[in-house]
């Protein structure tokens, strides 16, 4: 008989009320009604969760904000997951929370991101550079283009001066930070490469992460190849699948900022969004 195991998610709003405007900016960073309901959500959330932690490990405030234009009074993108964080702390005091930065999470954001004034706070960052390359053919035509290029520039260095603003938040504030998604098309060439070099950096840094994604599309998938999005079949064995298992098995040994609910939910299996 197998032993059982115990996993520990983060609880994510993928969401938020009110969704998105035109050029996916998050409505309700203006719109007064849309932010009230984002702060109730997160009281809502925690009231039932709290003391949970066996089963939630954290908190996931909204998932890759995007603020162009000024915001409403106290609702940018900064301040109202700080509100919803205070929020949460007034009713759950323990169980972390995550914020995202701006631009889809994006790291150069991170140059102008503040830490938040609380305890227990992981700080989230989501990985697509290039994205010429880890999005090339998702919803239409495209150039075919490979990692690395010497050309265009794309090697680890790359990787690592792109990661460099998260870097630098991190040593200043001393930050917790999670790469809660990175990943590159399934038929990219060299997409195996490009997840390799990326572990490798966030391991080096002792950053947890998580794949995007495990059984959601075909397209993201590393039990799946193909030449483009319509021919994609069932794969038991492939470059981008063993680089993902060899990932995982490098962090399995390597040293963590994170309990080991984390390293299960976020290191030690490829978990979904």
Known sequence: MRDSVTFSVFADLHFAPGGRESGSETRMFHDAECAA?????????????????????????????VQRREALPGCDGWTL??????????????TPVIVESNLLDHPETYGSMSPLDLANV?????VYNPVDFTHQGVG???????????RRGWDKDFLRRVLAPVRAFEKMHGAKIYVGEFSAIAWADGADKWLADAISLFDEYGWDWTYHAFREWSG??????????????????????????????GGADSESSFPTAVEKAGRAVPASR
């Open 81 to 94: 997951q700080r509100r919803a964080a205070e929020a949460i702390r007034e009713i759950d005091p323990e």
């Open 122 to 126: 992981i700080y989230e960052v989501h």
């Open 140 to 150: 239409g035509p495209y150039e075919p283009k490979s990692y690395p290029d010497v």
């Open 37 to 65: 309901r984002f702060l109730d959500v997160w009281r809502r959330i925690a009231a039932r969760f709290c003391g949970n932690a066996d089963v939630i490990y954290g908190y996931d405030l909204v998932n890759e904000p």
């Open 220 to 249: 993201w998938s590393v039990e799946h190849e193909g030449p483009d999005a319509k021919h994609m079949v069932p794969s038991s064995d492939n470059p981008r699948r063993r680089a993902l298992l060899d990932g995982l098995k």
